[in-house]
């Protein structure tokens, strides 16, 4: 796979364009069963990375090195306007113009979705809720900005996205209040950064991951309102660290 091919499959698996998201035969994924996570490495050629990655995502958090990380700096307005179910999440597309800065390299930040329980683990504890802030720079490099929800209040920014989200896969719908993604952080931005993957297949690596330390509330209504449109947990398992530094 060429640059271009590759950035291609890395943003259509990311953005969900990709209409194999629904498709059944090759290609299709799940998160149990013969086409679980255990066996997304030998369901395409293109998900191999799925079985044979060093640097695969989620990981457990734990083991870190400290480091001087940079502040993140980000410019994020209020344009979550469209939410869709794709059968493997609940994903909030954003308009253009929101972006994060890493050491001066500018990624916009394309959608933000969701996992429950928590994809990647912090000290080996798991949380009901895992927002994932994808964003990309211009050539498709991708960072992901994790934030993890804890049971508590009622999130009222989440709220906007719930009471419109379809509930089945293959719907979506136009936002008629547009979601701040800022407003889902949390008010301190430390995080943890290391290198992954895509936690879907294809598993595409050169991901850089930022998640943050400090989680956010979300009732037990709008977990369970999550749980119940995705049917079954969506979550891949922890990966092996391997040779990766994970810094904070
Ligand atoms: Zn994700």
Known sequence: MNKQQ?????????????????????GHWDYSGHQGPEHWGELA??????????NQSPIN?????????????????????????????IQVNYQPGSSISLAGHSFELKQFHFHSPSENTLKGKSFPLEAH?????????????????????????????WAQMPKHAG????????????????????????NGSLTTPPCSEGVTWLVLKKPVSASEQQIRDFT??????NNRPVQAVNARVIVE
């Open 61 to 89: 958090i734990a083991g870190t090195t400290k480091g001087e990380l940079p502040t993140l700096a980000l410019s994020y307005k209020a344009a979550g306007s469209e939410v869709i179910n794709n059968g493997h999440t």
């Open 6 to 26: 590759l950035k291609s499959v890395m943003i259509s698996a990311v953005l969900g364009f990709s209409g194999s998201v629904l498709a059944q035969g090759n």
């Open 171 to 194: 719907e979506q719908a136009a936002l008629l209040d547009p979601v701040d993604g800022l407003a889902l952080w949390p008010k301190s931005h430390e995080y943890y950064r290391f």
């Open 45 to 54: 050629p293109e998900f191999s990375l799925c079985a044979s990655g060093k």
């Open 133 to 161: 802030f994808v964003h990309a720079d211009e050539d498709g490099h991708l960072a992901v900005v994790a934030v993890m929800f804890e049971q508590g209040d009622e999130n009222q920014e989440l709220a906007k996205a």
């Open 228 to 233: 119940a449109v995705m049917k079954h947990p």
